[in-house]
């Protein structure tokens, strides 16, 4: 899975409903993305190429990082 500027997020490893949305779980590493399976979010899924282009919501990805040293 990727961002739609070409950064690499991880693979998907899980999807999960919440009875709102689906949730993807991705994972790169030891850090675990969880990202809405929204059409705002999800721009396209090219199953032939194993790839998924998603937009994240503003501060979504600051979550997961770990914070800055000061």
Known sequence: METEEGEYLG???DVF???ANDVFVVR???REYLIPALKTV???VLLSE???MVRLP???KDIYEPPKEA
Do not use: A, Q, S
Request: aromatic share 0%; net charge neutral.
């Open 11 to 13: 693979v998907l490893e």
């Open 17 to 19: 409903g919440t009875g």
């Open 28 to 30: 790169n590493g030891d």
């Open 42 to 44: 999800v721009l396209e």
């Open 50 to 52: 194993k790839k998924i």
């Open 58 to 60: 503003k501060g979504l």
